[in-house]
């Protein structure tokens, strides 16, 4: 499989890692909890940089040859 397929593959990973802090927060809440620990906008972040990542792995992987 080429370099591009897994690029693609691991920028979808990343993306849908980020999706359930955005997509079910009441789902994910008690999951969470286990975190408390650790600030808001810090997952916040976590979440918005893996998307971030994820898209620009999946452009690489499209179109970066």
Request: glycine share 10%; aromatic share 16%; hydrophobic share 55%.
């Amino acid at each position: 499989m080429s370099k591009s397929y897994w690029l693609t593959v691991l920028g979808l990973i990343c993306f849908f890692e980020g999706l359930p802090y955005m997509a079910a927060p009441d789902q994910i809440k008690d999951w969470l909890r286990r975190l408390a620990a650790m600030e808001s906008a810090h997952l916040r972040w976590v979440g918005a940089v893996m998307m971030v990542l994820g898209l620009f792995l999946v452009y690489w992987g499209q179109h970066g040859q």
